[in-house]
């Protein structure tokens, strides 16, 4: 079955700066990656998808990033705001249900 | 729309009693998934379901767990014998068009072992 890991596990950056978190994925098969955030307390919502047919998609400050080749895909967060701090997991799948990393605590320190 | 329903928010069982977890989807919504989450550990796939059929299991404990979604009512985690290990977050999330696509996650059950 798929496998999904995630790095770092935890990130810190200044308020401004950007962040960067990266998963890999082991069945090339998978077609749909989507990203969910996690406040302390609070259910995973999700933030971006992308799908294996696209290389790149923005939302605002947020960006997705694919690699098919390599089997691995990044969220990008530009001009962090302490509203961005907490949990973040990447899932992947191929038709079945998700698969999940073990999140990234990212805490923006203002 | 209410979004995903989840009830109690919080639970406290003594070993040994049986837990019972309840997940109302979003309207419309057909497909339902479960998945436990531990601290400092990522969201693990539990069951799958739609309405009256276990389309998925493979996550799932093959003991002392059962899941269902009747045709009338909301989905329905059970544990039984409750021990300690599980305690720990459950999460519900439901979808309209099956796998492959994005969920709705409910606010979770919060279920504590003493």
């Known amino acids: 079955g798929e496998n999904v890991e995630q790095h770092p596990s935890t990130l810190s950056v200044q308020e401004g700066d950007s962040a960067v978190i990266k998963c890999t994925y082991s069945?090339?098969?998978?077609?749909?990656f989507p990203w969910y955030k996690q406040e302390l307390g609070k259910r995973p919502q999700l933030i971006i998808d992308?799908?294996?047919?696209?290389g790149e998609k923005k939302d605002q400050r947020i960006a997705v990033t694919l690699n098919k080749t390599a089997k691995h895909f990044s969220l990008h967060i530009t001009e962090t705001q302490p509203e961005d701090s907490a949990v973040y997991f990447c899932?992947?799948?191929?038709?079945?249900?998700?698969?999940f990393g073990k999140g990234t605590r990212l805490s923006v320190i203002a | 729309n209410a979004g995903v329903m989840q009830n109690p928010r919080h639970l406290v069982r003594r070993r040994g009693q049986e837990a019972r977890l309840r997940c109302s989807p979003m309207?419309?919504?057909?497909?339902v998934y479960w998945y436990r989450q531990l601290p400092e550990e990522g969201l693990k796939f539990m069951v799958y379901?739609?309405?009256?059929?276990?389309?998925?299991e493979s996550g799932m404990p093959k003991e002392r767990f059962s899941a269902e979604f009747p045709k009338e009512g909301p989905s329905i985690l059970r544990i039984q014998q409750v021990v300690r290990g599980d305690s720990a977050a459950y999460f519900c999330?439901?979808?309209?068009?099956?796998?492959?696509?994005?969920?709705?996650f409910g606010s979770g059950t919060r279920l504590t072992v003493v």
């Open positions: 069945d090339s098969a998978s077609n749909y």
């Open positions: 999330a439901s979808s309209s068009q099956g796998p492959g696509y994005g969920y709705t």
């Open positions: 899932a992947a799948t191929l038709n079945t249900p998700l698969v």
């Open positions: 992308i799908r294996s047919n696209v």
């Open positions: 309207k419309g919504h057909s497909h």
């Open positions: 379901l739609q309405k009256e059929n276990i389309i998925d």
